[in-house]
């Protein structure tokens, strides 16, 4: 019900913007978020998002260069990436909670996901 797009591959120092689409239902008053997965690790959380926008989370690692933000006209949720490093290499999910609007930071909290986009940054 999520559909991610947006990746490829890019140069460091480069930037992507990623898109989630959800599909099917709307959840312009829930909670979304980003997460992403690299070769050999486990699924960490990126971003996150309110369902107003008026709040935003995001992991340590990527502050300052990762910008989360919605449209609910367009029920769409946007990951915009700037300053990529190699580090950010990974698949990157978009989620969507069912059952709460803040922005959350655990992947337990999140109902549905999308089925991930690659983002590839060489050095």
């Known amino acids: 019900q999520l559909q991610a797009s947006g990746g490829g591959l890019v140069q460091a120092g480069g930037s992507l913007r990623l898109s989630c689409l959800p599909s099917?239902?709307?959840?312009?008053?829930?909670?979304m978020g980003w997460f992403r997965q690299a070769p050999g690790k486990e699924r960490e959380f990126v971003a996150a998002?309110?369902?107003?926008?008026?709040?935003?989370n995001y992991a340590d690692s990527v502050k300052g260069r990762f910008t989360i933000s919605r449209d609910n006209g367009r029920n769409t949720v946007f990951l915009q990436m700037n300053s990529l490093k190699p580090e950010d290499t990974a698949v990157y999910y978009c989620a969507a909670s069912a059952r709460y609007s803040s922005a959350l930071t655990r992947p337990q909290n999140y109902d549905y996901w999308g089925q991930g986009t690659l983002v590839t940054v060489s050095s």
């Open positions: 099917g239902r709307t959840f312009s008053g829930n909670s």
């Open positions: 998002i309110s369902w107003s926008g008026s709040t935003t």
